[in-house]
């Protein structure tokens, strides 16, 4: 079965400043899917980045991007120039890729790093 | 063009009585999943729709959870008898096949709190 680590429960980080959060995770499939997601609280779950695992190159998306090792198995997600509105619950999260009988699609979620941004 | 919906918002009930959350996915998406948040547990998967396919259930709890999908759109989760530990957010989602690259889009939540 597949984890996902996030062994920081809490983090802060001063407006404009860059912070970086931490996953890690375990499987044994080649073909296979990462994400964060921002849970505000509202409680509205919003994809924030997303990595396929067959690509070396990082993604980024604006502000957000991921540093993928796949080697170490480890998926953090850096934020530039952080603003008020990142604070949020940050989930990290695996999905499997490859088809077959019986699997499923569902993603596999870390317990979380709560984000506070202080002004 | 709009998200996924869930209602009710919030549902208080008590101890031993059933419930029945409702879930709306985005126009078009023939996958649609479940999921349990709480704060022992974390993120939770309860169950998974993918088109006409039998449904996959490994997530659910206990017999008293059980979810339906009419007609490939909307979705209602049903627990039986609810207890306290049933309390908790219960969250929608969908994606357009099922697939790993697809990105799932999640609805607000139905928070369930059971006296």
């Known amino acids: 079965a597949q984890t996902v680590t996030q062994s920081q429960p809490e983090m802060s980080v001063q407006e404009a400043e860059t912070v970086t959060l931490s996953c890690t995770y375990d499987t044994s499939e080649s073909d296979y899917y990462l994400f964060w997601y921002k849970q505000p609280p509202s409680r509205q779950m919003i994809l924030v980045i997303r990595?396929?695992?067959?690509?070396?190159q990082n993604a980024t998306e604006n502000r957000f991007s991921v540093n993928f090792q796949k080697a170490a198995k480890s998926f953090s997600l850096k934020i530039s120039d952080s603003q008020l509105g990142d604070a949020a619950m940050y989930f990290c999260a695996y999905r499997r890729g490859i088809i077959s009988s019986g699997s499923a699609r569902q993603l596999t979620f870390g317990s979380g790093t709560q984000l506070t941004v202080l002004p | 063009g709009a998200g996924v919906s869930q209602s009710p918002s919030n549902k208080v009930t008590e101890k031993g009585k059933d419930v029945e959350l409702r879930c709306d996915p985005i126009s078009g998406h023939t996958a649609l999943y479940w999921y349990r948040q709480s704060l022992g547990q974390g993120l939770e998967f309860l169950i998974y729709f993918q088109g006409n396919s039998a449904p996959d259930k490994s997530g659910l709890p206990s017999d008293r959870f059980s979810a339906e999908r009419t007609g490939g759109s909307v979705s209602t989760l049903t627990i039986q008898r609810t207890q306290q530990e049933d309390s908790a957010v219960y969250l929608c989602a969908s994606d357009l096949r099922g697939r790993g690259r697809d990105t799932q889009y999640f609805g607000p939540g139905t928070r369930l709190t059971v006296l």
């Open positions: 990595q396929e695992a067959y690509k070396q």
